[in-house]
């Protein structure tokens, strides 16, 4: 069974659309994370979420809403695609406390 | 957050032992050190984390001198399916979830 699931796993789309990916751990845990991963590979953390609520949002456009309906799933919406938005986006979950993440295989997102 | 430095790449030939050095000189006393592979389209995943001294699992061993400094994994007798990307992070556990801040990690090239 798949711990942390993404999808779509590649997403095409032109500048100025709205799209979201979504994302679903059945680990139980109960932190979940958005990371993006740009075209020089680094991997830099985006939000993150503790129960439902936001504990982390680093410098992200506005354009980039993350919303979680449940501890389960993190989905993440961007409004008015860019260019510069095409990346990899990485979802992770993490439980209380414990070593390490676990990530999903990612979403290749492409803005032409 | 620790700064952490990494050769950008390495090679090696398949069967031997791969020794990957990462310098943190600016550890903090409550930081642990974790590593993370990435293969090519795929999230980060799990290998390894310690304080001091060494940890060994069944996938490497990660030496960690007393001055905490610095870090070394360890890959035993690697295989083609090792060529990876490695990331050393350092980061308070304690404080709870927190996300990873990524380097650029080293890129391990097993060559048959």
């Known amino acids: 069974d798949t711990a942390v699931s993404q999808t779509p796993k590649y997403l095409v789309t032109q500048m100025g659309n709205d799209k979201s990916i979504k994302c679903e751990q059945n680990?139980?845990?109960?932190?979940m994370y958005w990371y993006k991963q740009d075209s020089k590979k680094f991997l830099k953390i985006m939000f993150s979420y503790n129960n439902k609520e936001l504990i982390i949002n680093e410098t992200v456009p506005n354009r980039f809403s993350p919303k979680s309906p449940d501890k389960a799933h993190l989905n993440l919406h961007i409004n008015s695609l860019e260019l510069g938005d095409s990346a990899v986006y990485f979802c992770a979950s993490e439980d209380r406390g414990a070593v390490e993440q676990y990530f999903g295989p990612g979403t290749r997102l492409t803005v032409t | 957050l620790a700064k952490t430095t990494q050769p950008i790449s390495m090679d090696s030939y398949e069967g031997q032992e791969v020794n990957i050095t990462c310098s943190h000189n600016n550890i903090a006393t409550n930081d642990y050190i974790t590593w993370y592979q990435q293969f090519p389209s795929q999230g980060p995943r799990f290998i390894i984390q310690?304080?001091?001294t060494k940890v060994t699992n069944e996938v490497a061993s990660l030496f960690i001198p007393a001055d905490r400094k610095s870090s070394t994994l360890s890959l035993p007798r690697v295989s083609l399916s090792d060529t990876a990307v490695y990331y050393c992070?350092?980061?308070?556990?304690?404080?709870?979830?927190?996300?990873?801040?990524f380097g650029k990690g080293t890129r391990l090239s097993v060559i048959a």
């Open positions: 310690g304080y001091k």
């Open positions: 992070l350092v980061g308070d556990k304690s404080r709870g979830n927190t996300p990873l801040v």
């Open positions: 680990l139980g845990h109960d932190t």
